[in-house]
Structures are given as structure tokens and as C-alpha cells.
């Protein structure tokens, strides 16, 4: 497998945190989206239509794209996606509320203070993503403040999906100190045998 | 079971018209959002503690949140969700698509213009949303120009995820007449045994 990645993305990261706890090998060829690179015609017809890393290129030649779509792929049949209805359900609200709620708040603060610099009317957007980042917040700790796990009594995908952006949401100077269960579990996932970092590349 | 919903919402029609497709009867509680129904202490603590219809409640208590979570629930064992492996992964891809990349420009658009009226800094906001908007429907176009639908050749919950808000992009001053291939498929799904509008209620 070929995993198309750019490094310091957490929507990349999901996928090779997730290969690394399955055991599974994989090759990663970067694309830096700051300059493009998922953009060019080539990246477009060949990899994927979205310009959006990650994708997940298979040996016969199938990409998978989507990274919790990528997840709920690799997860079906392990322990990290359950079997029970009810429990695959909350695992998927979580992965909706990601993608809805969560990383278009945590992950564009990141990028912007971090990674690609403010945006044009940064005093218009900045304030409105840190509303909505501290709500999506404020949501995962009702919930970890009572349990070790965001579904059930175990690590699902569900964890995994909210931990890439949630992690690093610092970068993006959000302050995580007053969130004690959120940094519990921050800490149970990164104690994980076969935890690797998002700096890791295989 | 009940659904609680706002009938003018195209992620509670998702649900409405699955569960007419599948001869599910349900009963139907709106919240009107326009008027904060669904930040009440009482909806938030009872039946979403994100504050977001569409909801349903089962009979034995239990509620499920996040409009594709619930179809992805429904639609499990029916045709409307294969289940085949790769197939199953293009319905996800389509379901994160549409949470990430087609809601929150075209159901966005088509509240401004229609429902809630323009927000602050509309002439910021519109445009960028715009563009968002024809880079969902170019995306959509491109796998509609060549096939009856999303995934595989039959209905599945991508497509009447990624109808809810396509048909009604037009209230969203969305000019969809320069897309063929999405105009036929939406001809195609609205001429489906069992299909309900979006004003119908149970």
C-alpha cells in the first residue's frame, strides 16, 4: 500500500497511526499542500479528483480516499470498529462530528497559526473557528470526563479520528488545560504499544 | 420511533425519505431552528447535546445523532447500503464528502438566501461559499455525467445523503441547469416508488 500524505497533516496521520497499531506495512509518498502538489493534473486524474490528501493507493491500483472513510476500510473487522450496532452507530456520530464540527475548527486554527499563515479577515474568521472549536471541545469532554474512551470500554477508530487534530490543537493556540478529561485520554492514546507520533514516517 | 426534525432541513429529509423507502413509519417533532428550539436545556440534555436535529429517538430510549450516522444505521443489511467491501467504502467516501465539502456550502447558501436570512459579512462569506458550492457540484457532475448513480449501479444512501441539499440548491440562488448529469439524476431519484418531497411529514 501506498499511503499519499502530506506529514504535519492529522487527517494523514489518522491513517498511519491506525496501519502502525494494525501491524500493517506501508509506503508514504508526500505531497506538500502548501505548494500545490495535490492540485496538479496528474494528483487530480490519477490520485484524487478532490486535490485532498490522504489517499490510499492499493497494490491493484485502487484509491481510497476520504480519511475516516479510509479508517472505518481498515478498521472493519478489528477491534478498533465494533461489532455491536448501537456501538458501530456512536462510532460513526463521532467520525460525522469530526469531519462537521471538529476539523474545520481545531485543524484550519492549526494550519493558520501553525502551518500556512492567517487568512484575508482573519479578525472575522479567527474568532468565529475558536467559537466553534471550544463547542466541538467542550463536547468531547462531557463525554471523557466520565470514560477512558470516546465509544464503548476500548480504543475505536472514533478515538483515533479525534485524537490527530486534538493533539496538536496547541499549535493552534487553544489552550487544552482546562479540558482534564480530554488530557487523560490524550495521554491513554499516546501510551498505546505501537503509538507512533505524527512525525513518524515509515 | 421518532424523529425529531425541522421540516425546511435537508439532513432530517435524508432520514425522512429513507425511512419512507424502507416502509419505516415514524413520528415526526419539529424544532424549529430558527427560533433556538434545539438549544433548550432540555433538547440538549434529552436528546442532543449538540444542539442539531435531525434526532431519532427509538422506543426504548435510545437516540441516534448525525444525519449520515443514522442513514448508515437504517440502511445496514437493506440494498441501500452494499455490501460489497470497495463498493461500502465509495458510500462512506460520498457520506464524508457531503459532511465536509457539499453541506457547508450549498445547505449553507440555501439557508442564507431562503431560511435564516444573510449573515454578517455576507459579501466575505457568500463568495467563498460559492465557490465551494460549484467545486461540490463539479465533483458530483464528473461521476454523474457517466452513471445513473453515486455508487455501483443502484441507490445507496449516497445518494439520497447528497440529494437532501442538491435538489434544493437552487433556493440557494445555485444555477444547477449547466449540470446535466445531476439534473438527470435528480429527475431519477424524485421518480422513485415511495419518494416523499421535502414538505412531506408522516
Known amino acids: 500500500m501506498i499511503l499519499h500524505d502530506f506529514l504535519p497533516s492529522g487527517n494523514g496521520y489518522k491513517i498511519r497511526l491506525l496501519l502502525t497499531l494494525l501491524g500493517k506495512s506501508f509506503d508514504l509518498v508526500e505531497h506538500d499542500i502548501t505548494k500545490g502538489e495535490t492540485r496538479t493534473p496528474e494528483f487530480l486524474s490519477r490520485i484524487n479528483a478532490n486535490g485532498k490528501i490522504p489517499a490510499l493507493e492499493f497494490d491493484h491500483g485502487r484509491v481510497l480516499v476520504e480519511s475516516n472513510a479510509i479508517l472505518i476500510h481498515l478498521a472493519e473487522g478489528t477491534p478498533y470498529l465494533p461489532t455491536d450496532v448501537w456501538e458501530r452507530t456512536e ?12 476539523e474545520p475548527t481545531i485543524a484550519v486554527l492549526r494550519s493558520w ?5 492567517m487568512p484575508e479577515h482573519a ?3 479567527v474568532p468565529m ?4 472549536a471550544k463547542k466541538a471541545l467542550d463536547l468531547m469532554e462531557k463525554r471523557l470526563s466520565g470514560h477512558n474512551w470516546l465509544v464503548g470500554d476500548a480504543l475505536t477508530i472514533a478515538d483515533i479520528s479525534l485524537y490527530a487534530y486534538t493533539h496538536v490543537a496547541e499549535e493552534g493556540d487553544i489552550d487544552l488545560s482546562i479540558y482534564p478529561g480530554i488530557l487523560a485520554w490524550l495521554d491513554r492514546i499516546a501510551a498505546l504499544p505501537g503509538y507512533v507520533p505524527i512525525t513518524w514516517k515509515p
Not at 462510532?91 to 471538529?102: A, T
Not at 473557528?129 to 466553534?132: L, P, T, V
Open 91 to 102: 462510532v460513526m456520530q463521532w467520525l460525522f462530528f469530526e469531519q462537521y464540527d471538529h
Open 113 to 117: 497559526v501553525g502551518i500556512k499563515g
Open 123 to 125: 479578525d472575522i474568521f
Open 129 to 132: 473557528k475558536r467559537a466553534g
